[in-house]
C-alpha cells in the first residue's frame, strides 16, 4: 500500500507522477519543476511508479558532497557520477534530491551533467535519479539537457470536484450539495487546500456558499506561478482568490451559480408549466394565441400569465417574479444572494406541495 497522500490518487496528480515515472524509467533522469504549490510528498508517490519499496531522499542543501551522497543513497562506490547509471550495485535503484534551488544547484550541476552523459550507456533497469528542483532552475536544468516536467496544470475541475465531493456529505440536500462542490471549486480551482475548507464550511452552514468573499488585492498583488500563487486549471490562468480583485471574487460566485442554478430554473420552470398547464392555456388562448407552446414559456411571461389568473400576493405569482428575477440577476453576470434563493426554493417547494392550479374567470 502506498504511503503517499490520497492527493496523489487524483486523475491529475495521478497522471503526472505516471509521466514523471516513464520519463525516468526511459532516461535514468529527470526532473521535477516544482513551485511552493506543489503537494508534498511527492516522492511517496513516486515509490510505487517506480516500483520502489522506498525512495532514498537526499537534501541538495545539505553539506554532503553531491557524488558521496549519490554512492552513499545507492550503496555504490564509484568515482565520477557518470558510473552510477550503469553501476551494477545500482541497478533497479532509484533516489530522489530534493530543494535543487539557485543556492544549491552550483553544488550539484557538474554532478548532474556527468549523471546524464553516463546514461548514455545505462541498461535498461540502471539507476535512476529523480531531481526535485525549484522554478529558479528551470533554465539550468534545460542547459544540462535533463527532460523535466513543471507542475503546471495538473490539477484539474475533475481533481478539485472529487476533492470537495469528499468534503459534502451525504445527507445534505443535493441541489445545495452540488451548489457546494461548485462554489468550492470556483473559488478556490487548484488550490486543494482551500476547495476542502470551503467545501466543509459550505455543507456546515449552506448560506456561506452564496457570501462573496472580500477581496484585500484590488491592484495590490501579481500572481506568480514561480511564488505558489497561480496555475493553470483546465489550460486557464487561475490566480489565488488572494490575489483577485473584488469582481473576479464575485464573477468565481456567479459563475458556480450559473453552473447549478440556471438548470434549477429550468427545472422549476418546467414543472410548474406541466402543474399549471390549464391555467396557462387558459390565458393564452383568450389572449388569442392558441398556437403558442407552453413548453417554452419563460419565467417572464409565466409572471405575466399568472397575475392575469391569479389573485394578487397569490404564491404562485410570487414564485413566477423570484424565479424571473433570479435568472435574470444570473444572466447579467450577478450572482444572487442567499434570502432571494430562498424565497424561490421556499415558493417552488410549496407549489409542488399544493398541485395544480384554481384559476378566477
Known amino acids: 500500500m502506498s504511503r503517499a497522500p490520497r492527493l496523489w490518487t487524483l486523475p491529475g496528480p495521478s497522471t503526472f507522477v505516471r509521466s514523471v515515472a516513464e520519463i525516468a524509467t526511459n532516461d535514468g533522469i529527470v526532473a521535477i519543476i516544482a513551485p511552493p504549490h506543489c503537494p508534498p510528498q511527492l516522492d511517496a508517490a513516486l515509490e510505487a511508479a517506480l516500483h520502489q519499496p522506498w525512495l532514498p531522499a537526499l537534501d541538495a542543501r545539505s553539506d554532503e558532497p553531491p557524488l558521496a551522497a549519490l554512492s552513499r543513497a545507492f550503496e555504490a562506490d564509484v568515482r565520477s557520477a557518470a558510473a552510477l547509471p550503469v553501476d551494477r550495485a545500482a541497478e533497479g535503484k532509484a533516489v530522489v534530491v530534493h530543494d535543487l534551488d539557485a543556492g544549491s544547484w552550483p553544488r550539484w550541476e557538474t554532478t548532474l551533467r556527468a549523471w546524464a552523459t553516463g546514461c548514455a550507456r545505462r541498461p535498461r533497469f540502471g539507476a535512476i535519479l529523480v531531481a526535485i528542483v525549484g522554478p529558479a532552475c528551470e533554465s539550468a536544468i534545460k542547459s544540462v539537457g535533463l527532460r523535466s516536467l513543471p507542475w503546471r496544470d495538473v490539477i484539474g475541475s475533475r481533481d478539485a470536484m472529487l476533492w470537495a465531493l469528499d468534503r459534502v456529505p451525504s445527507t445534505l440536500d443535493p441541489l445545495f450539495g452540488r451548489l457546494a462542490v461548485e462554489t468550492a471549486m470556483a473559488l478556490a480551482g487548484w488550490d486543494l487546500d482551500t476547495v ?57 460566485v456567479w459563475r458556480a451559480q450559473a453552473t447549478v442554478l440556471f438548470g434549477w430554473l429550468e427545472t422549476e420552470r418546467s414543472g410548474f408549466v406541466r402543474r399549471h398547464h390549464r391555467m396557462l392555456r387558459n390565458r393564452v388562448d383568450r389572449a388569442r394565441a392558441p398556437d403558442v407552446d407552453l413548453s417554452t414559456l419563460e419565467w417572464a411571461e409565466i409572471a405575466r400569465l399568472s397575475k392575469a389568473a391569479f389573485a394578487a400576493g397569490d404564491r404562485r405569482i410570487a414564485l413566477a417574479e423570484e424565479a424571473r428575477t433570479a435568472r435574470n440577476a444570473l444572466a447579467h453576470l450577478e450572482p444572487i444572494d442567499y434570502s432571494h434563493f430562498a424565497r424561490v426554493l421556499s415558493l417552488t417547494r410549496a407549489d409542488r406541495n399544493n398541485g395544480g392550479d384554481v384559476v378566477r374567470d
Open 196 to 252: 476542502a475548507q470551503f467545501a466543509e464550511s459550505f455543507a456546515a452552514s449552506p448560506r456561506r456558499m452564496f457570501d462573496v468573499p472580500p477581496s484585500r488585492a484590488d491592484g495590490v498583488l501579481t500572481a506568480c506561478w514561480a511564488e505558489g500563487t497561480t496555475d493553470l486549471l483546465d489550460g486557464v490562468a487561475f490566480p489565488l482568490l488572494t490575489c483577485c480583485g473584488q469582481e473576479e471574487v464575485s464573477r468565481r
